[in-house]
């Protein structure tokens, strides 16, 4: 049943020959207006799940950066360090090389003018699984502009989870008040540290479970691998 419908019949609650012409139409705009609203959230809710017009659980839509041929017969290298529009990806594994349907992290290059507001520098980081964008990561510039990015992220997935403001210390003493913050959102999980080891660097996070599944068992790989004492 529509959802105006819902309305319609919630608010009739006396027989309808007791409602009026008048009441009925009164009752048909609440009803489109609360249609109105469920779409909007509905919409809002979708938004959620794209990443710089790029949606999870999709193909990242961009094409991998040019690469040439090496000397002498060698292997072929990616030679395109950013392009002239818009953006293009290098595996960071080089197997994954021209794979359709690899499993990695990818560096996202930009060209000058496409670089999104919230980003600082050229290059984006995106986690594939079996060819599926799941995850991205990108840089800020520090507590400098933690206010807009913490406002960006908030505009976006509405208020954090949680979030801490920590106070740092420069080697010379100088003390300053970064940010974090966390979105749990269930399908999207999404990090926000306004200083990442250094004030004037930052990062964010946004992963599905899938990423950080795969995140968490790469880890534990390198520490198993590891000596012991």
């Known amino acids: 049943m529509p959802a105006y419908s819902l309305v319609i ?43 710089f017009g790029w949606e999870l659980h999709k193909p990242i839509p961009i094409r991998e950066c040019k690469r040439t041929a090496g000397e002498y017969g060698g292997p072929s290298f990616y030679s395109e360090l950013y392009p002239d529009a818009g953006a293009c990806y290098e595996w960071s594994d080089e197997e994954n090389h021209g794979r359709k349907l690899g499993t990695g992290k990818m560096m996202v290059m930009w060209s000058g003018s496409s670089i999104p507001q919230l980003v600082s520098g050229q290059i984006t980081f995106a986690r594939i699984v079996n060819g599926l964008l799941e995850g991205v990561s990108f840089y800020t510039a520090g507590i ?29 003493g100088a003390r300053f008040k970064s940010t974090s913050a966390q979105w749990d959102l269930g399908d999207v999980l999404v990090y926000f540290n306004s200083a990442d080891g250094r004030i004037d660097s930052g990062i964010v996070n946004i992963d599905t479970p899938l990423s950080i599944a795969k995140q968490n068992e790469a880890a534990d790989k390198v520490s198993r691998n590891r000596p012991s004492l």
Do not use: C, N, W
């Open 144 to 172: 400098r502009s933690q206010e807009f990015i913490l406002s960006g992220l908030t505009e976006k997935y509405g208020a954090p989870t949680s979030s801490q403001q920590p106070e740092l210390q420069t080697t010379i």
């Open 9 to 51: 019949e919630a608010l009739s609650g006396h027989s309808a020959s007791l409602i009026t012409h008048r009441e009925r139409i009164d009752m048909q705009r609440i009803g489109l207006i609360a249609a109105s609203l469920l779409m909007t959230t509905t919409s809002h809710a979708a938004d959620i799940h794209k990443v």
